[in-house]
Nanobody, 116 residues
Framework: QVQLVESGGGLVQAGGSLSVSCAAS????????LGWYRQTPGKQRELVAS???????NYAESVKGRFTISRDNAKNTVYLQMNSLKPEDTAVYYC??????????WGQGTQVTVSS
């Protein structure tokens, strides 16, 4: 089993920056990909960014050039640095681990609010 614990997030004005982090514990070697999703009320959870075991990253078009995902393998932690934040980035951000088996594991979520 893998457990994910998120931290960071909060309230920021438009144009500002925030970062969120996610520490993984448990059977780390069975994680294929780590990523961040976000969800707003009434909408489906959407992928924001991901990074796989080879370090290859993938971003949603809406955050390209503004968000950066990175991972520290020594700390089993994945980070999401969010710059030039917009009110439409307001959401609950969830850390996700996609296991080699194909099973997804989710963190508890952390609120990011961008005021205009």
């Amino acid at each position: 089993q893998v457990q994910l614990v998120e931290s960071g997030g909060g309230l920021v004005q438009a144009g500002g920056s925030l970062s969120v982090s996610c520490a993984a514990s448990g059977i780390i070697f069975s994680i294929n990909r780590l990523g961040w999703y976000r969800q707003t009320p009434g909408k489906q959870r959407e992928l924001v960014a991901s990074i796989n075991r080879a370090g290859i990253t993938n971003y949603a078009e809406s955050v390209k050039g503004r968000f950066t995902i990175s991972r520290d393998n020594a700390k089993n932690t994945v980070y999401l640095q969010m710059n030039s934040l917009k009110p439409e980035d307001t959401a609950v951000y969830y850390c996700n681990a996609l296991m080699l088996s194909g099973v997804p594991v989710w963190g508890q979520g952390t609120q990011v609010t961008v005021s205009s």
